[in-house]
C-alpha cells in the first residue's frame, strides 16, 4: 500500500484479555516506531525498531508490553492482562530510517483501544 | 535521555502571525521535525531542521539553534484550518545510532475569527 497500515481501527476488549495490534509499514521503510496517545495527551514513545538492530524498548510502560517485527516488515505490539490504563489510541510510524534516521516519519491512522 | 517542553496551548487570530516555541535537551542530535496533528488524526509531517537557520515552506517555517537546544515553528496568514496541536519532535544520537523520534506533548493552536 501507499501507507502505513495499521489494524483493527478499533478494538474493545475486557480487563484481563491479551490484545494484538498490527502494523504494516511503508515498503522499503526500515525504521518502525511504536507510541501510544490518549485523549488530549501528547505522543508517548513505546518501542524503535531500525533494520535488524535490537529494538529500543526503553518506552514499553510495563513487560505486558511487547512488541516484533518479522523479516524487517509488518509489526505488531501485543499488550497481556489489559487494564483500563491501557485504553489509548496506538500509532505506528515508520519511515527510510537508515544509520542516522533523519528521513520524515509517517504515521498510520493508529488503532483505538478500549479496554473495559 | 531526552526532555522536549512546548506551551500547552496558544490562542491566535485569523490572517495573523503565531510562532510555537520548543526546546530539547537531548542525549546528541540528529534532527528536529514539526508535525501537524488534528483532532482525531495521525500526525503529519511538516518541517525538518538539522542544520541552524530558518527552513521556508509556503506559510510556514522552522528554525533552529543547535547551540541554544531552541527551535520555533512560525506560521503565517493563519486560516482557521490551521486549528491543530503541533509537536515538535527530536532525533537524538547515542553513539550505537539514531535514537528513536521523541516527540513533545502539542502545542494545541486555537485560531480565532
Known amino acids: 500500500g501507499a501507507g502505513v497500515s495499521q489494524s483493527p481501527s478499533n478494538k474493545v476488549t475486557e480487563k484481563g484479555k491479551d490484545v494484538e495490534l498490527r502494523c504494516d509499514p511503508i515498503s522499503g521503510h526500515t525504521a518502525l516506531y511504536w507510541y501510544r496517545q490518549s485523549l488530549g495527551q501528547g505522543l508517548e514513545f513505546l518501542i524503535y525498531f531500525q533494520g535488524n538492530s535490537a529494538p529500543d524498548k526503553s518506552g514499553l510502560p510495563s513487560d505486558r508490553f511487547s512488541a516484533e517485527r518479522t523479516g524487517g516488515s509488518v509489526s505488531t505490539l501485543t499488550i497481556q492482562r489489559t487494564q483500563q490504563e491501557d485504553s489509548a489510541v496506538y500509532l505506528c510510524a515508520s519511515s527510510l530510517g537508515g544509520r542516522k534516521g533523519l528521513t520524515e516519519a509517517f504515521f498510520g491512522q493508529g488503532t483505538r483501544l478500549t479496554v473495559v | 535521555g531526552q526532555n522536549i517542553d512546548q506551551p500547552t496551548e496558544m490562542t491566535a487570530t485569523e490572517g495573523a502571525i503565531v510562532q510555537i516555541n520548543c526546546t530539547y535537551q537531548?542525549?546528541?542530535?540528529?534532527?528536529l521535525f514539526w508535525y501537524q496533528q488534528h483532532a482525531g488524526e495521525a500526525p503529519t509531517f511538516l518541517s525538518y531542521?538539522?542544520?541552524?537557520g530558518l527552513e521556508e515552506k509556503g506559510r510556514f517555517s522552522s528554525f533552529l539553534s543547535r547551540s541554544k537546544g531552541y527551535s520555533y515553528l512560525l506560521l503565517k496568514e493563519l486560516q482557521m484550518k490551521d486549528s491543530a496541536s503541533y509537536l515538535c519532535a527530536v532525533i537524538g544520537y547515542s553513539g550505537g545510532g539514531a535514537d528513536g523520534l521523541t516527540f513533545g506533548k502539542g502545542t494545541h493552536l486555537i485560531i480565532q475569527p
Open positions: 537531548t542525549s546528541g542530535f540528529n534532527g
Open positions: 531542521n538539522v542544520l541552524d
